[in-house]
């Protein structure tokens, strides 16, 4: 599936490739709408219809990932409403034992996430994951998410990798079309993002049942 000796650096993604996603997906869908239905005293079936129906607007953009915009749209404290559940963070399967493995190979590793800074602060506290790369970086920092070109051109400026070289994992179909638009060589999808949900496919994308798969081979 991956041939070691062509690549140089490994982009990763962090919410569905490095952490499980059921963490997010418990968040927004579940514990927000009973926090915001409570606070404003709705019911719970309108509240997750209300809800996802203003997430949808921006989903793909930065403001859906941000969550200022989202505090002041909802009234919520919502950094403060994530640290209030973050036991529930946790790495998916195998996900620190492939950090191991490409630190062994001498690889370059960056994290390339859509999270908000304050996101990626939790998460880092919660699971210190930042030693086995050579950089955390978060699409705010460049004023675009990964679903836009922007994003690549100005992350490119700021790490000078080989596009041909780079290895891409990711769990979002529409960030690896940004990223394959872009140029990336090597492009990865994740089939079960959320332990919680099944697998999905990513067609024409491959995708990893287990980082097991692209463990051990040269």
Avoid at 76 to 84: C, S, V
Avoid at 133 to 156: C, I, V
Avoid at 160 to 185: E, H
Wanted: with cysteine.
């Amino acid at each position: 599936m991956i041939q070691w000796n062509n690549v140089e650096t490994v982009l990763l993604d962090m919410d569905g490739t490095l952490l499980d996603l059921h963490f997010d997906n418990y968040f927004w869908l579940t514990y927000i709408p009973q926090v915001f239905a409570e606070k404003n005293q709705l019911e719970i079936e309108y509240t997750q219809q209300y809800l996802g129906e203003k997430f949808d607007k921006k989903r793909g953009s930065l403001d859906w990932y941000c969550l200022d915009y989202w505090s002041e749209q909802l009234d919520l404290p919502i950094a403060q409403l994530k640290r209030d559940i973050q036991h529930k963070i946790s790495f998916r399967p195998l996900a620190l034992e492939f950090l191991e493995y490409l630190k062994k190979l001498n690889k370059q590793v960056f994290l390339a996430t859509n999270a908000h800074p304050t996101t990626l602060e939790i998460k880092v506290l919660n699971t210190q994951f930042h030693h086995h790369f050579d950089g955390l970086y978060t699409s705010h920092e460049f004023g675009a998410p990964k679903e836009q070109q922007k994003f690549w051109q100005k992350f490119q400026d700021k790490i000078g990798f080989n596009k041909t070289n780079t290895l891409f994992i990711d769990d979002s179909i529409s960030v690896l079309n940004s990223a394959k638009q872009f140029g990336i060589g090597h492009l990865l999808g994740i089939a079960k993002p959320d332990s919680q949900k099944p697998s999905q496919t990513m067609l024409p994308f491959d995708v990893l049942d287990s980082f097991s798969q692209i463990m051990g081979e040269t």
